[in-house]
């Protein structure tokens, strides 16, 4: 892990419902904005195992962490294109297309192991 | 068009049983993602960037109205909204739960569909000549054999364990609209040898990260021979293919490391070895298959239509779409009908749940009920009389659906790439949209004529980009997105793969790019050439020139 993946979320995708999710405090989300950020390599790890044991409870699919920095207002941005697409939910041509019927999505998906402190 | 019989019925119907309690014991942990994951990907179930993805069959992307109905109303119920046509001649819902892809399959179950081998290291859905059947340059129907091969590798045994996935195409025709020569086995089938019934035989193509044209491995393979002499192939390939190296394990891999002359030689005597006790039941099987695909009692009508000579003067946007979207018919007043899925800043391939019902309503009306599904991601009817083509453009008017630019600078090919796809390295359909955008005048797309574009969004090459005439192929460079176009491919009998043109450009250069090659190749070209028939002539430099000439 290099100087750039200080910062770091975990993602993973919902079991029965496909979608992206993150880990956060109480849960899981699907708002990135919530997730619980590790930093350094240390806490990373700590955060991975944390969520891989979601996966072993079958919760969710395809744990992994994703780089991240802060926003003006402190919150967490992947800093790379495909994480940045996968954040926004739906692609990316989509926001101004009305044909397309889109559902609204949950921020508040289900709770998964609530005991994350970092 | 074939219809399932009690067995195809039963098989089905258990395979979705069978998915139902693999579903249901994920779903209660009995199964964890590792066991999982090879079933899911049986069923034609993949995760993407964003959520389930579910590939279902179009067998030689034939379909009847009715099915055409059913994959709208799953849209509806289950998706949201929509499907994607892919070149493959599949469709894909973006959108589906986990907890639904049984009821799901079920629905397809109900109208003679499944997902079966869209997915892992099996023979996939045979494609052929969209056109089979109703093309007036076609010697013989691909579909029957293309059923046949269908059938033959459903849940074959000794072939659901390959080293890698598994295409096949067929074509019946002179042209080569089923791009057998970039298909793992590509089949040309002949009558005209004074030999009978037989086919040419090719193998070894193949697109993704290693692009390579087949070779032809016999010239004549008797029709009674045919699954003997594939199973020889596969034998083969089963046997000594590599499964050290993921990127290694194409038969092209193993073609083209071993060369054309010993490959053939382990075929033939691969072939030489396996008894010939089954051809007599291949022939009738044939025979059996063939009656579902009898041509329909054509009425004696005169090739001429008045009707649409008249038609075709008063009304210029119906003229333009007949001169672009209808192709040469075997049977006298008849015109095979394009329905484009390329509108203007629309994704390519994608059809919502109304206009897959606006479809399934014209091909009742006017095609015989039947739609074919196209490598290019696009409907055809296959039945249209000429008399009635500007009814059925009316219809497809109503329905956003009729939009002139088959095969023309529009009528762009793309994977769903970063968009949708886990795999992806970039984005493919805004680049496609922009194009489209760029290029939406009518009467200059006409007058650029038949031009192939093709995007891929990573090196699996999902949108054909090495056989576009201009080929564009998003990777990622230095944490951004950047596309590499490739120049001179071709899908057909003259194949041939696209040559790499130099640095790639950034997303908000490519467009420009292309529109300062479509100039020069308008300046350049001679009378009636088409923009391949000048980059052959120019070369590839010049025409490369042209692309990096400002930038």
């Known amino acids: 892990m290099g100087k750039k993946a200080a910062l770091q979320i975990v993602t993973a995708n919902h079991l029965t419902e496909g979608h992206s999710v993150f880990l956060a405090e109480d849960g899981w989300t699907a708002d990135h904005h919530l997730a619980l950020i590790a930093s350094g390599a240390d806490e990373a790890a700590s955060l991975e195992a944390q969520a891989r044991k979601d996966e072993d409870r079958n919760l969710v699919v395809g744990v992994y962490l994703v780089e991240v920095a802060l926003d003006d207002e402190g919150r967490p941005e992947p800093t790379h294109y495909r994480e940045k697409m996968r954040v926004r939910a739906r692609p990316s041509f989509w926001a101004d297309d009305p044909h397309v019927v889109r559902a609204p999505r949950p921020t508040r998906v289900f709770a998964g192991d609530a005991h994350v402190s970092l | ?551």
């Open chain 2, 1 to 551: 068009m074939y219809r399932y019989d009690d067995f195809d019925h039963q098989f089905v119907r258990e395979r979705v049983n069978q998915f139902r309690g693999q579903v249901e014991r994920r779903l209660t942990g009995a199964l964890n993602e590792d066991e999982f994951r090879p079933l899911r990907l049986m069923n034609g179930l993949y995760l993407q960037l964003h959520a389930y993805m579910l590939r279902v069959a179009i067998p030689y992307g034939t379909l009847s109205s009715r099915q055409m109905r059913q994959l709208a109303d799953i849209a509806e119920t289950y998706d949201r909204g929509y499907g994607h046509f892919t070149t493959r001649q599949n469709i894909q819902y973006n959108w589906p739960k986990l907890k639904d892809v049984p009821e799901i399959l079920d629905r397809l179950a109900d109208v003679e569909m499944h997902a079966i081998q869209t997915s892992g290291n099996c023979i996939r859905n045979v494609t052929a000549d969209p056109y089979g059947g109703v093309a007036a340059d076609e010697i013989t129907d691909p579909r029957a054999t293309a059923e046949l091969l269908r059938q033959w590798s459903s849940n074959h045994p000794e072939f659901s364990f390959l080293p890698r996935k598994f295409k096949i195409a067929v074509t019946g025709a002179r042209a080569d609209r089923a791009v057998i020569k970039f298909h793992d086995i590509g089949l040309r089938i002949h009558e005209d040898t004074g030999l009978g019934r037989g086919y040419e035989v090719w193998a070894g193509g193949g697109l993704g990260r290693t692009p390579m044209i087949g070779i032809k491995v016999r010239d004549f393979v008797p029709e009674a021979e045919l699954l003997r002499y594939i199973e020889a192939i596969m034998r083969v390939y089963n046997a000594e293919g590599r499964r050290d190296n993921k990127y290694k394990a194409r038969i092209k891999i193993l073609v083209h490391e071993r060369g054309g002359e010993e490959f053939r030689q382990l075929v033939e005597e691969e072939f030489a070895r396996i008894p010939a006790d089954n051809e007599t039941l291949v022939a009738n099987e044939l025979r059996r298959i063939e009656e579902f695909f009898t041509p329909p009692g054509y009425p004696a009508l005169p090739d001429h239509s008045q009707a649409l000579t008249d038609a075709m003067a008063k009304n210029a946007a119906f003229a333009r779409w007949v001169r672009t979207n209808t192709r040469a018919h075997k049977a006298p007043g008849f015109a095979i009908a394009v329905i484009s899925l390329k509108p203007t800043g629309g994704a390519p391939g994608d059809a919502t749940a109304d206009q897959m019902r606006a479809m399934a309503d014209a091909a009742d009306r006017f095609s015989l009920g039947e739609l074919r599904v196209s490598a290019e991601q696009n409907i055809i009817l296959p039945y249209v009389k000429k008399d009635d083509l500007f009814a059925l453009w009316q219809s497809l008017e109503e329905g956003g659906l009729g939009i002139a630019n088959a095969e023309l600078i529009s009528d762009v090919v793309a994977c769903p790439g970063l968009d949708y796809c886990a795999l992806a390295t970039a984005r493919s359909i805004p680049i496609a949209q922009e194009i489209t955008e760029r290029f939406a005048e009518p009467s200059l797309q006409e007058k650029i004529g038949p031009i192939r574009i093709k995007i891929s969004g990573c090196i699996n090459a999902c949108g054909h980009h090495h056989v576009g005439d201009i080929g564009i192929l998003g990777l990622e460079k230095t944490g951004a997105e950047a596309y590499q176009i490739t120049l001179g491919g071709d899908p057909t009998e003259s194949a041939a793969i696209g040559e790499r043109s130099g640095p790639g450009f950034p997303a908000e250069g490519v467009v420009d790019a292309i529109e300062r090659l479509i100039h020069f190749y308008l300046e350049k070209r001679e009378d009636g050439e088409q923009f391949r028939q000048t980059y052959r002539r120019l070369g590839h430099d010049l025409m490369k020139e042209a692309l990096y000439a400002a930038h």
